[in-house]
């Protein structure tokens, strides 16, 4: 286990407040079907569940984005980084179907650093999420783990799933502390879900 890039969470809770279970409203959500290529929406903070919303507020996290990604089945997404710049920014995520699914992270190459230097480059991702996005050449391969259910995963780093047989959906969630006002590094964010890590 490589805790700069995820952390399996011990963490069973209801996500939204519909009665549905998460992949029915999921399915069942018209900005699913109507987002580019089913690939990806946004959930408000009011269709949380208590339970959800409670245990951010236990952790003194404000959540700050609600994301959903969808992977077809037998489908790899692009090498990217959430947001316009690398670091070390953990998401909370919640998996559900895509078994066997691999989340792979990468390095970038000296060369793409320079090439990045020169010509600040970024390119915006099929989806509407903002996203800096790697072709295969411009980074080597990290680290890689199959997830299910909760996990904090690196966003900073670059990242990919390749995904099996089943169709994929993760619910992404950014949060911030409220106190620090700003989003926790992974190794803070680990100690602050401390309770719910996996250990290895
Ligand atoms: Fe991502």
């Not at 236990?58 to 990217?80: D, S, W």
């Not at 509407?128 to 790697?134: R, T, V």
Request: glycine residues 4%.
């Amino acid at each position: 286990m490589n805790p700069f890039y995820c952390v399996p969470l011990n963490l069973d809770l209801k996500l939204f407040k519909s009665s549905d279970d998460t992949i029915s409203f999921i399915r069942n959500n018209p900005l699913w079907a109507s987002s580019p290529y089913k690939l990806y929406f946004r959930v408000d903070t009011s269709e949380l569940s208590d339970e959800l919303l409670e245990l951010f507020e236990k952790h003194n996290q404000q959540v700050k984005l609600i994301e959903v990604f969808y992977v077809y089945p037998n489908a790899e997404t692009g090498i990217h980084t959430d947001g316009f710049r690398r670091g070390d920014f953990p998401k909370l995520n919640f998996v559900f179907g895509g078994e066997d699914s691999t989340m792979n992270w990468w390095k970038i190459s000296d060369e793409y650093k320079r090439k990045e230097y020169s010509q600040g480059i970024y390119t915006k991702s099929l989806i509407e999420a903002d996203s800096i996005i790697y072709e295969k050449t411009d980074v080597d391969f990290a680290y890689s783990k199959t997830l299910s259910g909760a996990a904090l995963i690196q966003a900073g780093s670059p990242h990919n799933i390749v995904n099996k047989h089943q169709d994929r959906f993760c619910v992404s969630f950014i949060f911030a502390d409220k106190t620090l006002k700003r989003r926790l590094t992974m190794r803070e964010a680990i100690d602050k879900f401390k309770e719910y890590n996996v250990v290895p």
